[in-house]
Structures are given as structure tokens and as C-alpha cells.
């Protein structure tokens, strides 16, 4: 259940490479419990941001609290109370999935017995159990894209990043990675996710779109449908790029 506390506060992020401005004075909460989309077109700075947010980037000023915690002085804090699943899956290909899963268990500090339960379960869930000493560069696309986000909330984080974590996998497998992210909100977690699939945004509470390094449009699906007399995101993403 989406509350009006705020797990993430921004307040004018700038984060500058050289005279290039990434990320131009952006601000916004996200509120705990709530699916927040982060959208915008390649180059628009949306993962510049999230690198800041997750701790493994500096921004160049302005002000940023992560799950309660402060960017500049915080970020191992930051990292404890984190998920992260970047484009890439974040997964070791030359690993078996339990190995996978014990090595993040871990890096997120879980003591044995907690890392030994969540694997069963997690690999229970997923159906993986037959598959648990298979290597995960021998897996389709699809199973490991839902393995990488389960493991990036094996601990229970009070936030997960997703990076474009749906990117060339089929439809139905990215319903089912959606099924997921519900899932994990039931549990409390809040889900922080790119994507540049426009029907994607409709599943979102809120949405925020960026283009050239600002935040141009924020609000909850229908009400973009609306402030821009549009049919789907589609076309709201379409009217504010060009």
C-alpha cells in the first residue's frame, strides 16, 4: 500500500561531466509502497541519476536522501537498504544459479540460515529447483532476467532500482517479470524502474518523464493522459519528445 512518506527526496540533483549537464536540477520524492516510473529517451540522464541514488556515483550538488539516508555521507548505508538490477542482469554467467544467489546473499550481509531459506524459496518460486546447478550463461533470456530481480531483493530491500530490467525479452515474459514487481510491493518494497516501453508506464502508480537532463512531465498515468489529451503513454511520451 502506496503512504505519502517519502523513501526517496531530491532536491535539485545536478550532476555535471565537464560542461556536459546530465542530470539538470531534478526534484522529487518517491513515496514508500509505490511503483515510480522513470522514463525518458536515450541520453535523456536516467541512469546517471539512478547511479547517484544507488550510491555509486556523486552528484555535483543539490540534496538526496535514499531509504533515510544522505548520498554524499551515507552511501554503504544506501547500499545495505538497496536492490539494484541494472540492463545487464548484474548476473555471472560463468556461475551456477546458486552460486549466484549464495555469493549476492553474501554481499548483502545475510547470515546462513536467512540466505539458505530465501534460496529454496526463491528457487521454488521460479521453478528453478531442477535447475539450481546449471550455469547462468546456459539460460534463456527470460530466466534470467526474473532470477537477476529476485536475487536483487533476496534481502528485503526497502527499495529496488530496475535499469530497463524488461529490455528483448517477449511479451509474455515480461508480463511475468511485472507479476514479480507486484509481488515484491505486496511485500512492502518499493520499485523505482526504467523502461522504454510505453505500455509499461501504464502499470506504474506514478511517472516521471526526462528529457535533456530535466523532468518534464510527473504525474500518474491517467492524469498525463489527460494534461496531454492522449489516448496511451505512447502518445504522451510522443507529444513531450517532440
Known amino acids: 500500500m502506496i503512504t505519502k512518506e517519502p523513501v526517496i527526496t531530491v532536491?535539485?540533483?545536478?550532476?555535471k561531466f565537464g560542461s556536459f549537464v546530465a542530470n539538470d536540477n531534478l526534484s522529487f520524492e518517491?513515496?514508500?509502497?509505490e511503483i515510480?516510473?522513470?522514463?525518458g529517451a536515450n541520453g535523456?540522464?536516467?541512469t546517471t541519476a539512478i547511479r547517484i541514488l544507488c550510491g555509486l556515483s556523486s552528484p555535483t550538488s543539490g540534496q538526496m536522501n535514499v531509504a533515510g539516508f544522505d548520498v554524499y555521507r551515507q552511501t554503504e548505508k544506501i547500499k545495505q537498504n538497496i536492490g539494484y538490477m541494472s540492463q545487464k542482469f548484474s548476473l555471472y554467467e560463468d556461475l551456477t544459479v546458486y552460486e549466484n544467489i549464495r555469493f549476492y546473499g553474501g554481499v548483502y550481509g545475510m547470515n546462513i540460515a536467512d540466505r539458505k531459506a530465501r534460496t529454496t524459496e526463491m528457487l521454488d518460486r521460479l521453478e528453478l529447483t531442477a535447475y539450481k546447478n546449471r550455469k547462468?550463461?546456459?539460460?534463456?533470456?527470460?530466466?534470467k532476467q526474473k532470477l537477476a530481480f529476485s536475487i536483487a531483493i533476496l534481502h528485503n530491500p526497502k527499495i529496488v532500482f530496475l535499469d530497463?530490467?524488461?529490455?528483448g525479452v517477449d511479451p509474455i515474459t515480461r508480463r511475468q517479470f511485472w507479476n514479480l514487481i507486484y509481488e515484491a510491493v505486496e511485500k512492502g518494497i518499493t520499485v523505482f524502474v526504467t523502461t522504454h516501453y510505453m505500455d509499461e508506464a501504464e502499470y506504474c502508480d506514478r511517472v516521471s518523464i526526462m528529457a535533456d537532463g530535466r523532468i518534464v512531465a510527473l504525474d500518474t498515468p491517467e492524469k498525463l493522459k489527460e494534461q496531454y489529451n492522449a489516448a496511451n503513454?505512447?502518445?504522451?511520451?510522443?507529444?513531450?519528445?517532440r
Open 136 to 143: 547462468i550463461g546456459d539460460l534463456p533470456l527470460g530466466w
Open 164 to 167: 530497463e530490467p524488461t529490455g
Open 30 to 33: 518517491v513515496y514508500k509502497g
Open 233 to 241: 503513454m505512447d502518445e504522451v511520451f510522443l507529444k513531450i519528445a
Open 36 to 39: 515510480f516510473g522513470f522514463l
Open 44 to 46: 535523456a540522464g536516467k
Open 11 to 15: 532536491k535539485n540533483m545536478v550532476k
